[in-house]
């Protein structure tokens, strides 16, 4: 059973409770009356709340109308966007909520608390016509244009557009605006993503307490489409409107307050003519588990090297008194002579590789142009990690833990059976290191991990993603690998998505340039000789 279900689980007796407490109100017709004396009480006591821990802060407040049919439209950080925004707002709220929600416990009797309307995604005619002439009624709706935060359900947090720093609007809060003749207001939340991320809840990835970071609620000027109300209206126009919507949005927010803090626009990823990629294999396991990339590289024509680091490619007893540094050595020497035949190396490393990845882009910042981690050995698993050291003093070696999910796959593996405490003792000391000083890595860093990894904890992933300092990061979940990515069941996944991230940091080939036609030289023609007719030979 995962995490969700286990929550939900608990939840399912208060959930009973609080269903049949609405079913009643419901019966009797008193469902409308409650719902604002609820909406009300929970308001102020939510703003109380967030003014104690986050310093709650709105600003713009002038700039919503009193009156008459209004649509919110708000940046998406975290689950506690909706109550900053109903604590702040001086208007009553209604928040479109997704049909999915229907079947979440305690939520989905909230919602209806709320007098919130369910919309299903890919198209509600029902439910939008009623949210339309709930405008029309002179009522107040709110509305995610993102449709989603980033980093929940299966978006990605990469997904963000360059220019707003947030997911690429959708165009349904433009068309209930433009359909209801209601002004739009742009309202920007800082600080709930990185108070509440998804991360934390509803993912359950990071189990840690909310934070007291400071949120602000500011709402901008409304935006009126009036010279719309009548006109037959197009993709396009949508498109052009939501994409101003957005940006608009995106000005009220402090971005550099962010669960990743950001400067907006996005400034582009730097690019070299010739990148180099350097491969990194794990402790224990040999080249073969990063050698899925070289066909992938060599079709490329990019430059590669993967060395294979102290005490491996041949029996596990060659680790005895190997020690992280000797590893990094040995990677840092394969850098360095790769660096010399390109302009920047990207650096994929495995596990321990991944580790002494983020290393290197920390100590040769001028020489790597990124950090790929495959499953980076930051968080072990196993609860006896943090007693390597004690168990270095009287077992010698231990057993390697199974990192394979398919195990025909794991049949072709060369990974050693077993493994020399001690060695393990120097990684578990240098992933300790690692984990204080990723904010020194200001390199781009692409963190990829699967879900299903039971060698190291996926947390290791969000971790690295979050604590690095590096303009440019990007995070990529897999769902069915086990802790060998580079061999495992969607290792042809990893291979394309490591490509891709490799290839982000290529310049383009500089078209060729045509060549002038030759200019032809003038040349003096001799003038055309006169030629006499013979006399006509008479008969």
Known sequence: MDREKIVFAALKP?????????????????????TDHVYRGVSTGMRAMYENANDLKSEGLQNVPASGGLLFAINHQSW???????ATCPRRLRFLAKSEFEHWPILRHLIVLSDSPFI?????????????????????????????????????????????????GRTGAVRMAIQARVPIVPVGVTGTGRSFPPEVYPRLEVLEAPKNNPVTVRYGEPIHY?????????????????????????ALVDHSQNYIPMQVPIPPMPQYEKVGVLLLHGFTSSVKTVSGMVPHLEAAGIPYRM???RGHGGIYTDLEGCTAQDWLDDAEAALLDLAKEVDRVVVVGLSMGGLISLNLGIRH???????????????????????????????DTWP?????NDQSLALESENYPRFPTEAFTSLRYFARDTGLRLGQVKVPVCVMHSKADQVISPASANVIYRDVSSTHREIHWFEKSGHEMGQDCERDQVFAETMAYVLKHKAPAAAPKKKAPAKRKAVAKAPAKRTRKAPAQKA
């Open 80 to 86: 506690n966007d909706v109550q900053v925004v109903s």
């Open 14 to 34: 208060m959930d009973m409770a609080l269903g049949g407490v609405v079913g009643a109100l419901k019966a009797t017709g008193q469902i409308q009356r409650v």
């Open 226 to 250: 009036d010279e719309y109300f009548d006109k037959e209206c197009t993709y396009e126009d949508y498109r052009k409107l939501t994409d101003e919507l957005m940006k608009a949005i995106s």
């Open 400 to 404: 390697s833990p199974n990192a394979f």
């Open 120 to 168: 299903r995604r890919g198209g509600d005619t029902e439910g939008m016509a009623q949210a339309i002439q709930s405008l029309r009624d002179g009522k107040s709706l709110a509305i995610f244009p993102e449709g989603t935060i980033p980093g929940e359900e299966d978006v990605m947090r990469r997904d963000l557009q360059p220019q707003t720093g947030m997911l690429k």
């Open 365 to 395: 910042p001028d020489v790597v142009a990124g950090v790929c981690t495959w499953a980076a050995s930051l968080l072990f698993r196993d609860p006896l990690t943090p007693l390597a050291g004690v168990m270095a003093r009287v077992v």
């Open 307 to 309: 060395p294979v680091l």
